[in-house]
């Protein structure tokens, strides 16, 4: 986790999947928390479940509810952008993850 | 530009009546197959829209009434019997009937369209009264009747298949990606995920599934392999599967239902309402969102459908409207005319470059070459058609004369996709229609002889296409009795074909059977045997440039090859120049070229013979044969031609060597010329004449 003023970095790693979904989640809200800008950084990640996007979709509605902004970073890899699309959750999923908070459909805005 | 229209309908519709026709013979061998009665429904479908959109009335409901009862074969309520076949083949004759005619507005009520409906009605009715009631309760749906099994329909269908999985759907270890990822797999996929139900963070509980999905898929497979996607979770899952659309090409409109149609059919709105909303006159998206009735996301999840669907039957229309476009063949005709004119003036310009010696001019020149040979080529591939289309039609040939016979004959075909010029493949038809009635009447025995003979009940006749050079093969052959040789001798003499004493090989015998009035059938029969038919396949084909090969072997059958050119427009030949006139030889006979022995120049006597390979060949001076009174040459030359397995010399002053020919028809004074096929223009503006060899050939034998 990097840490900068009030923006704080969540990079997620490895295989994202319904084991780690509560850690997600823990992870995700005490950044929220504790920070005004929480942003997630997809690049390292292999894989994304349904179970860790949708920890994903509560953050940005946690977010919004106590006023913080909560976004996305760096790029995104394929076999994640895959998993958007097969979902329904992206039409084009963007290689760039900041792009992320405007293509996930139905993605609470903050 | 109406009767343009019109046009183009009557030439889609004949090839609609020929796609019908197939389709017919195909659900008649497969009776079981819902498919096969998926597309005759389709293609009877596109007819009628296709009548009644260009104002052919009669066709338009006579194939309304035939299509009502083709529903309900595909909709399980008729059987496909031997007679709805009949009469469905009786139907599409007619349809083809009516084309011709010129009374396109009224009642399909003259007397064949009655009796045809009178017919096809009681075999519904007969249906009807077969059923028990129980069965009319379970009948299979329309639209890709189930079989009970995955796999695929001829035909695309849209599904909309909603899936929402139970809470605890993570907890079981299952993971609904892959589940998603096949379906995706499948064909066209939209995935909407409704994510209104996930709470936030600081409710959630990560392990539950908040999630459900709207798919709409556009595939082949049929219900069952959905079904079977879902196979693991289809127990504590709410699953809906709903064939939405399906594409049938290019009658679709594109255009698919209102939102509002959407939304009520997914059961979201009832109708009552919807009438009050679109009363308001506002954008009905926006009122149901205002008014709560809907959530944003059921919004957009219709939008979507609509979007879809409407993007599935675009691809489909451009698929099918872009893959080619009807051209007229005339307009074909003329353009290849004007290649042939450019070929001729690009010969010009390169004799005229060379003699000018300018190296720039010389450089155009020959950028126009390549681009000449080009679009001569590409236009001839043009005029290409595969050769299928014409072997689907005697389907039903072999099918109508088989029954008439009472004989039971398959038909085999291979190489359907050799290509061939459009112009001979039309002319092709009725020499091939003679041989395959000559194979079901004289060749292919009646199951009882056949059986007797330890064959099978099943006579075959196979037709198939190759390629072989520049021409293309076409054989026709079958596993009947064979041709006696013995009967055949007989019958020529009797016939005063050949003399009683004459010596001929068995595949000379054979041979007999094109000479004019020959016939062996027994009987005469309405299909053959009146003699007229295989001496004009001969004529035919010998018409074409081609040539008829026919082997047989008796009690295993006989094969007929036809050697076909593969265009009539363009040959490869051999430009021979005699006095001040040019010749050109078909190259495919050619066999070599020789000079002319000097012994045979003193020769006295009236004998023609040189001396070739281990033996010796006739020669005819082409002088002499078109009466040419300029000086002879000192170096004379003899080309060696090939005609029905005979040796021809041919006497020239030169042989200027080989040639591409664009084929000129002859002017109406010089069309009966024997001997002669057609001109073309050398690069000097000159004309060369294309020799006719079958025809020069018989000449010489009759002494000119």
Known sequence: MKQQEDLHVVALSGRLTISRAKELSEQLKSSLDEHQRVLVNPARAENIDASCIQVLYASAKYAQSIGKEFGFTGEVPEQVREVLVTTGLCREAPDEAKELTETLIEFPKT | MVDQFKEAFKEEAYELLNQLEQDLLEAEENQESPEAVSAVFRTMHTIKGSAGMFGYERISKFTHEVETVLDMVREGKVDISQDLIDLTLRSRDHINEMLEEQTVTGEADDPVSREIITGLKQLVEEAERARKPEEQETAPSKAGRETGEAGDLDHEVTYRISFKPPAELFQSGTNPVPLLRELREMGDYTCIANTESIPPLDEIVPDQCYTNWDILLTTTKNRKSIEDVFIFVADESEIKIDIIDETTGIEDDPSYKRIGEILQDRGIIDQSKLRLILEKRKRLGEVLLEENIISDQQLQSALSEQEHVKKVRSQKQT????????????????????????????????????????????????????????????????????????????????????QDLGKEIELETSGGETELDKTVIDRLNDPMVHIIRNSIDHGIETPEVREQAGKSRDGLIRLEASHSGASVHITISDNGKGLNADKLRERAVERGVIAQDAELSE?????????????????????????????????????????????????????????????????????????????????????????????????????????????????????????????KADYEQVVVIQNNDNLIGFLVDQVIGDFQTVIKPL??????????????????????????????????????
């Open chain 2, 319 to 402: 698929e099918t409207a872009g893959s080619s476009i009807r051209v007229n063949a005339e307009k074909l005709d003329q353009l290849v005319d004007l290649v042939g004119e450019m070929v001729t003036v690009q010969a010009r310009l390169a004799r005229t470059s060379n003699s000018l010696k300018d190296s720039q001019l010389e450089n155009i020149s020959e950028q126009i070459e390549r681009l000449t040979s080009e679009l001569r080529n590409n236009t001839m591939s043009m005029r290409m058609v595969p050769i299928g289309m014409t072997f689907s039609k005697f389907r039903r040939l072999v099918r109508d004369l088989s």
């Open chain 2, 507 to 631: 595949q000379e015998i054979y041979q007999l059977i094109f000479a004019p009035g020959f016939s062996t059938a027994e009987v005469v029969s309405k299909v053959s045997g009146r003699g007229v038919g295989m001496d004009v396949v001969r004529q035919e084909i010998e018409a074409l440039g081609g040539a008829v090969i026919l082997e047989s072997e008796v009690g295993q059958g006989t094969s007929v090859l036809l050697k076909i050119p593969l265009t009539l427009a363009i040959i490869d030949g051999l430009l021979v120049q005699v006095g001040i006139n040019y010749y050109v030889f078909p190259l495919s006979v050619v066999e070599r070229v020789v000079e002319f022995p000097e012994e045979e120049k003193s020769r006295g006597d009236n004998r023609r013979i040189i001396p070739y390979q281990d033996g010796l060949v006739p020669y005819v001076s082409l002088r002499e044969f078109f009466s040419i009174q300029d000086e």
């Open chain 2, 667 to 704: 002017g109406k004074m010089y069309r009966d010329q024997e001997g002669i096929s057609g001109a073309t223009f050398l690069g000097d503006g000159s004309i060369a004449l294309i020799l006719d060899i079958p025809k020069l050939a018989a000449q010489i034998k009759n002494g000119f």
